[in-house]
């Protein structure tokens, strides 16, 4: 992937690798440290307590000690990241353009598709619409 990402002719700006796994972060952080990496990690709410799992400042123990930028994850903790001064990546695998352009107007910062090419052209046609 880091041989890919090195010939493409993005910046690093334009990139957030997110992955389940803690390691993969930590590794990626060492080799391409200026480009952006989120954990994802996903919350509910315990049956048996009624609190949401996993506990918010453990997630943000292991995010700093891989390294990663910051999370990816539901909506749930939103400001509670961001005033952890952590970026949000958030919502996976959006492919339809009217959820991202809900996304857009929130306070994360990137999202995942499987139609990014589709997900932009929707964007730059709002933008000359407007």
């Given at each position: 992937?880091?041989?890919?990402l090195r010939?493409?002719?993005?910046?690093?700006?334009?990139?957030?690798?997110?992955?389940?796994?803690?390691?993969?972060?930590?590794?990626?952080k060492?080799?391409?440290?200026?480009?952006?990496?989120?954990?994802?990690?996903?919350?509910?709410?315990?049956?048996?307590?009624?609190?949401?799992?996993?506990?918010?400042a453990?997630?943000?123990?292991?995010?700093?000690?891989?390294d990663a930028?910051g999370?990816?994850?539901?909506?749930?903790?939103?400001?509670?990241v961001?005033?952890?001064?952590?970026?949000?990546?958030?919502?996976w695998?959006?492919?339809e353009?009217s959820?991202?352009?809900?996304?857009?107007?929130?306070?994360?910062d990137?999202i995942?598709?499987n139609?990014?090419?589709?997900?932009?052209?929707?964007?730059?046609?709002?933008?000359?619409?407007s």
């Open positions: 992937m880091h041989e890919v010939e493409s002719r993005l910046v690093s700006e334009q990139i957030v690798i997110i992955s389940f796994r803690k390691e993969v972060i930590r590794e990626h060492k080799l391409m440290p200026e480009v952006k990496a989120c954990w994802i990690r996903h919350f509910r709410k315990s049956r048996k307590t009624g609190l949401l799992e996993p506990d918010l453990w997630v943000i123990n292991v995010i700093r000690d891989v930028d999370l990816s994850m539901n909506q749930l903790y939103v400001e509670e961001l005033k952890a001064g952590l970026r949000v990546h958030n919502c695998t959006v492919n353009a959820r991202a352009m809900e996304i857009s107007k929130t306070a994360c990137s995942s598709s139609y990014p090419d589709v997900l932009l052209n929707s964007f730059e046609a709002e933008v000359t619409d």
